[in-house]
């Protein structure tokens, strides 16, 4: 029970931070335009509390949510369940169908991971001071070719997993036009093996946002080669944000029209 309540607290704060804010809101959907227009299918990988989920939905998106912690699937379910665009997936995604299972951070659900290396790396790192993965339960397992098989090709994929982002892109056999996926400086590793995947597959082209910015670090997309050195000489104050990666390089420039 007190586990219960520690983590229904923890919940609610997180919705005041992601729900709370009309113009990071407003900045995410602009973000977001640049991928995704009415009618296109979106898959958002570690849904969390769904704000990208939302923000999908407002450009016109159907959304795959796929989210294996039993608590935040329930918030999904009654935040966007009537939604006749919105699908909740109740799995983590790694690179075989299965089972697998989940560390629990029950004071701050939104970093549970399926990676214990994310742990290691985050511990007393700056930036990380006083996380406890303190629970754990085994969740389905599946894989982004499976879940493309079932629901359709997406236009877009957002993916932010703590440290599980390489399992994810290991269970996809064929590109995809955009991508996202979250970086942490406790973990660099992880994000240039991503990035070596995703271009060893097709002629991506690359920008990020740092945090919560919503806005691209670079006024023209990057070789991979180009955001690996940048993300390999990032102070590790910076913490975290989000790598873009599309096939069309017009939506990475600072101005999408140029």
Request: proline fraction near 5%; charged fraction near 20%.
């Amino acid at each position: 029970m007190l586990a219960w309540l520690t983590t229904g607290r923890a919940i609610l704060r997180s919705l005041r931070i992601y729900y709370g804010d009309r113009g990071r809101n407003r900045k995410m959907d602009a973000m977001y335009a640049r991928f995704l227009k009415a009618g296109d299918l979106a898959f958002d990988v570690g849904s969390h509390v769904g704000d990208r989920a939302g923000s999908f939905l407002r450009l016109g998106a159907k959304v795959v949510a796929v989210e294996p912690q039993p608590a935040l699937g329930s918030v999904l379910k009654l935040f966007y369940g009537r939604n006749p665009n919105f699908t909740l997936v109740r799995a983590a995604i790694g690179g075989h169908e299965g089972e697998i299972e989940l560390r629990l951070n029950t004071r701050n659900p939104t970093v549970a991971t399926a990676s214990e290396d994310f742990i290691k790396s985050a511990d007393a790192a700056p930036g990380w001071e006083g996380q406890s993965w303190d629970d754990r339960i085994k969740v389905p397992l599946t894989t982004l070719d499976a879940l493309i098989a079932r629901h359709g090709k997406p236009a877009f994929v957002k993916i932010d997993v703590e440290g599980f982002e390489d399992e994810v892109l290991s269970g996809l056999s064929a590109p995809l036009p955009a991508l996202s996926i979250e970086f942490t400086t406790i973990q660099r590793n992880v994000a240039l093996t991503a990035i070596k995947r995703l271009a060893g597959t097709a002629p991506y082209r690359f920008n990020a946002a740092l945090g919560e910015s919503q806005v691209f670090a670079h006024p023209r997309p990057l070789s991979a080669e180009e955001m690996c050195r940048w993300i390999s000489e990032l102070p590790m104050e910076a913490n975290s944000g989000d790598i873009y990666a599309a096939l069309d390089s017009a939506a990475l420039s600072a101005n999408p029209s140029s």
